[in-house]
C-alpha cells in the first residue's frame, strides 16, 4: 500500500481529464450555460438557452474563454460602453478647445490687446451713432423753428413728415447707442472669464514646460 497521501486532482487537471474523455472535435469547448429554472447546464455547442440566459464558454483545461452575455446584459454592456466613449468624445473635445485657446492667447498681452480690438470696434459704432445724433439734433432745431410758425400745429405735411422722420431717426441712433453699450459690456464679461480660465492655463503650461526644461539634460 502507498506511504504517501491522496492529493485531490487541481482543477485544470480535472477539465483536462474531462475534456480527453471527450471526442477530439468535442474538445474545442465547452459550454456551461444558465436554463431558465435557474441552473446549469453543460453542452458541446452553444445553445439557444446559452444566448438567453448567459453562461460561459470554456477552454479544454477548464479557463474561461469567454463569458456569454444575456440580450439584457448585451444592452447595459453596450450603454455602458456609450457612456464611455462619450465622456472620452468630451475630455477630447475640452482637451482641444483648450489646446485651441492658449494658442490663440499664449499670454496675457494678447489677450488685452484682443479685447481692446473688440472694444475699439463697437466704441466705433457708438462714436458713429452719436456724431449722427448731433446732426439730427441741429435738425431737430431748424425744425422745431420752422414750427413756431404754425402755433395751432397743423403742420404742412412736408415739414410734418421731416420731424416724424427727424424724431424716428433719434430714436434707432439713441437704441444703437445703448444696445452697443451693453455689447461692451458683454465683451468686458467675456474676456475677464477668459482670463480667469487662461490664468490657469498659462500656470500648467509654465509649470510643465520648466518640468520638461529640468528633466532635459541638454538644459541643465
Known sequence: MPSHAFRPLSRAALWAALAGCLPAGAQAAVFICRDAQGGTVTTDHLSSACLQYGGRELNPDGSVQRVILTPRQQQEQQQQQQRQDALRERTLRRQRE??????RYPN???LQAAQSSDLHSVQALIDAAQARLQVLQREHAHLAEDAQFYPSGNYPADLRSRMDM????????????????QQMQRIRKRYAGLHARLRVLWARRDAAEAAAGVADPATR
Open 98 to 103: 483648450r489646446r485651441a485657446l492658449i494658442a
Open 166 to 181: 427727424n424724431r424716428q431717426e433719434r430714436r434707432q441712433e439713441l437704441a444703437l447707442v445703448a444696445s452697443q453699450r
Open 108 to 110: 496675457d498681452a494678447v
